[in-house]
């Protein structure tokens, strides 16, 4: 991720958190720590990148430390909630989940649905808001949506072909 001197502040902190313990980053969230939590962060620290949550189910089966999926969407949403996760709504109707570090936005690719980080140019929550709206705002999610590299090439090809 690239670092503009606009960003200093706030992703400092963020960056040493990828040094914590998954139990020292729950406390610090003032999160209690339980097994859910700690086995769904843990996971979702090692293995980087946007999984759904019927996703983080399996793995955790995988891994033999399975749990049931309401105790999955439980911890999810309360990590989440605390900034530890972070979700991105790349639709229609998908929801993915990973690692809470830096805030930042996400390309979906029309084709292939593969999703890939944005770096946001402000890098603190909200970094848009609209003229109006109805209460606060405490974040703006952002979806690119468009044809990725290896689609655009492959079209060409078949183009050409
Ligand atoms: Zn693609
Ligand atoms: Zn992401």
């Given at each position: 991720m690239n670092k503009t001197?606009?960003?200093?502040?706030?992703?400092i902190a963020n960056q040493r958190e990828?040094?914590?313990s998954p139990g020292q980053r729950l406390h610090e969230a003032n999160l209690k720590v339980t097994r859910p939590r700690l086995l769904v962060l843990s996971l979702l620290h090692e293995i980087k990148g946007h999984y759904s949550a019927d996703e983080v189910v399996k793995m955790l089966q995988v891994r033999q430390t399975p749990l049931p999926r309401a105790s999955v969407y439980n911890a999810l949403g309360a990590l989440l909630n605390r900034g530890l996760v972070m979700s991105a709504d790349?639709?229609?109707g998908r929801v993915l989940y990973e690692e809470g570090l830096v805030w930042h936005h996400h390309f979906v690719c029309m084709d292939c649905g593969t999703v890939v980080d944005i770096s946001c140019?402000?890098?603190?929550?909200?970094?848009l808001l609209p003229e109006w709206v109805p209460g606060t705002v405490e974040e703006a999610q952002i979806i690119f949506r468009g044809h990725c590299g290896s689609c655009l090439s492959k079209a060409t090809e078949s183009k050409a072909g």
């Open positions: 001197g606009a960003q200093e502040k706030p992703l990828e040094e914590k790349v639709g229609p140019v402000k890098g603190e929550k909200p970094c």
